[in-house]
């Protein structure tokens, strides 16, 4: 994988550093984990448009929703489903695969991942 170089300026070392680190941290033999901010962390972020490069994604912890760096704002990409495990479970049949929903019980996604297979999404 081919980690991004940023365009480089006096406040970019760190960032830059940072970010690929995170980047490598993310790498599973399962596939690739978004880097999670808080929704405060995500607005010191998007202050460094246009230097962050547009479509970044990242994951809001506070929110619990999947946001991109746009051209000139962070956007919401993607809010899951809130429900709770017994109804997790009544949906699954009707759901593709690859549906994902917010568990309330527990405060973790889970996606489905085959015919009644509902499996909980953890971080690295």
Same mark, same amino acid.
């Given at each position: &994988?081919?980690?991004?170089?940023? /365009?480089?300026?006096?406040?970019?070392?760190?960032?830059? $550093?940072?970010?690929?680190?995170?980047?490598?941290?993310?790498? =599973?033999?399962?596939?690739?984990?978004?880097?999670?901010?808080?929704?405060?962390?995500?607005? $010191?972020?998007?202050?460094?448009i246009?230097? &962050?490069?547009?479509?970044?994604?990242?994951?809001?912890?506070?929110?619990? $929703?999947?946001?991109?760096?746009g051209? =000139?704002?962070?956007?919401?990409?993607?809010t899951?489903?809130?429900?709770?495990?017994?109804?997790?479970?009544?949906?699954?049949?009707?759901?593709?695969?690859?549906?994902?929903?917010?568990d309330?019980?527990? =405060?973790?996604?889970? /996606?489905?991942?085959?015919?009644? /297979?509902?499996?909980?999404?953890? =971080?690295?």
């Amino acid at each position: &994988m081919n980690l991004p170089t940023l /365009v480089q300026n006096d406040n970019q070392d760190n960032y830059n $550093e940072e970010l690929n680190q995170t980047l490598r941290d993310g790498l =599973s033999d399962n596939g690739w984990t978004i880097p999670a901010q808080t929704t405060l962390k995500i607005a $010191e972020i998007a202050a460094l448009i246009p230097a &962050m490069p547009a479509g970044t994604l990242l994951y809001d912890t506070t929110t619990d $929703e999947l946001k991109f760096i746009g051209a =000139s704002a962070v956007k919401t990409v993607w809010t899951p489903r809130n429900l709770t495990t017994a109804n997790i479970v009544i949906a699954e049949p009707a759901a593709a695969l690859g549906t994902i929903w917010f568990d309330t019980n527990i =405060s973790k996604l889970k /996606v489905k991942t085959a015919a009644g /297979v509902i499996e909980t999404i953890t =971080s690295v």
